[in-house]
T-cell receptor
Framework: GAVVSQHPSWVICKSGTSVKIECRSL??????MFWYRQFPKQSLMLMAT?????????EQGVEKDKFLINHASLTLSTLTVTSAHPEDSSFYIC?????????????FGPGTRLTVL | GNSVTQMEGPVTLSEEAFLTINCTYT??????LFWYVQYPGEGLQLLLK?????DKGSNKGFEATYRKETTSFHLEKGSVQVSDSAVYFC???????????FGKGTKLTVNP
């Protein structure tokens, strides 16, 4: 099946620094990528949807200037958490979908655990 | 808005036991319904899905039936194995939309 990787798998950073998380589709071209956030014992919450070569669409309540998303190629999307604070600590998950007009399956990465001290 | 409610875990069973994980949803119209499974250290994988009322999704011995009258999509398996230990997520997508709405997940542990 299709494989999506994330890097790093976990990261610890100091408050005020920025952290970049990569999401790669390894064996298919991902027209669309999604970024989710998961709090402990909570469901995955969609943060934003990005299409290759265009600006990401953010869900209501998600700060676009804080969570910068870039989808510059068909196999790579990045999420940068700028000026991170402890409340940004969470599990971030990406998914990727091949192109097509109808709903296609999303393939998920294993997630990145971010801890902000 | 759309939402998914699934039973609280964790669930612990012995091998060959019967499994039910309840899932109910709130949505307008006719959403598609999904079960995803996340094995330790891996990403979520689509387990099964149903796109209209009375459809039954099935895969790897797991089944779930789309019940519009009870707005439910309960996951069942007749005989679980140790390898089924994972976190299971129920999800919906509003008709034609690619946006998934997830439940909180239910952790299943199967003991030999």
């Amino acid at each position: 099946g299709a494989v999506v990787s994330q890097h790093p798998s976990w990261v610890i950073c100091k408050s005020g620094t920025s952290v970049k998380i990569e999401c790669r589709s390894l064996d298919f071209q991902a027209t669309t990528m999604f970024w989710y956030r998961q709090f402990p014992k909570q469901s995955l919450m969609l943060m934003a949807t990005s299409n290759e070569g265009s600006k990401a669409t953010y869900e209501q309540g998600v700060e676009k200037d804080k969570f910068l998303i870039n989808h510059a190629s068909l196999t790579l999307s990045t999420l940068t958490v700028t000026s991170a604070h402890p409340e940004d600590s969470s599990f971030y998950i990406c998914s990727a979908r091949e192109g097509g007009a109808s709903y296609n399956e999303q393939f998920f990465g294993p997630g990145t655990r971010l801890t902000v001290l | 808005g759309n939402s998914v409610t699934q039973m609280e875990g964790p669930v612990t069973l012995s091998e060959e036991a019967f499994l039910t994980i309840n899932c109910t949803y709130t949505a307008t119209g006719y959403p598609s319904l999904f079960w995803y499974v996340q094995y330790p250290g891996e990403g979520l994988q689509l387990l099964l899905k149903a796109t209209k009322a009375d459809d039954k999704g099935s895969n790897k011995g797991f089944e779930a039936t789309y019940r519009k009258e009870t707005t439910s999509f309960h996951l069942e398996k007749g005989s679980v194995q140790v390898s089924d230990s994972a976190v299971y997520f129920c999800a919906l997508a509003q008709g034609g939309s690619e946006k998934l709405v997830f439940g909180k997940g239910t952790k299943l542990t199967v003991n030999p």
